[in-house]
């Protein structure tokens, strides 16, 4: 089953995340199908390629619960 969830890139204390496709089974920092964002916690930047996330949940990828509320926040869902 296909998920958009978060992938952690960055330094030790210094997160940032980037918003990716990936199969549930996979490891969190694992290779994704595509990614389909950024978000960056620490000062609330984010971009998300919108046209490509709608794609992927009519195709019905399952967002995570983090991940559907940063959605909700940018008016995509």
Same mark, same amino acid.
């Given at each position: 089953?296909?998920?958009?969830?978060?992938?952690?890139? /960055?330094?030790?204390?210094?997160?940032?995340?980037?918003? &990716? *496709?990936?199969?549930? #089974?996979?490891?969190?920092? /694992?290779?994704?199908?595509?990614? &389909?964002?950024?978000?960056?916690?620490?000062?609330?930047?984010?971009?998300?390629?919108?046209?490509?996330? *709608?794609?992927?949940?009519?195709? /019905? &990828?399952?967002? #995570?619960? #983090? &991940?559907?509320?940063?959605?909700?926040?940018?008016?995509?869902?």
């Amino acid at each position: 089953m296909l998920k958009l969830r978060l992938k952690r890139i /960055g330094r030790k204390r210094s997160p940032s995340y980037r918003l &990716v *496709i990936m199969e549930n #089974t996979s490891r969190r920092d /694992g290779r994704p199908i595509e990614e &389909v964002g950024y978000y960056n916690p620490i000062s609330k930047n984010y971009k998300f390629d919108q046209e490509k996330i *709608i794609k992927w949940l009519q195709y /019905g &990828v399952k967002p #995570t619960e #983090t &991940v559907s509320n940063l959605l909700k926040k940018a008016n995509i869902i």
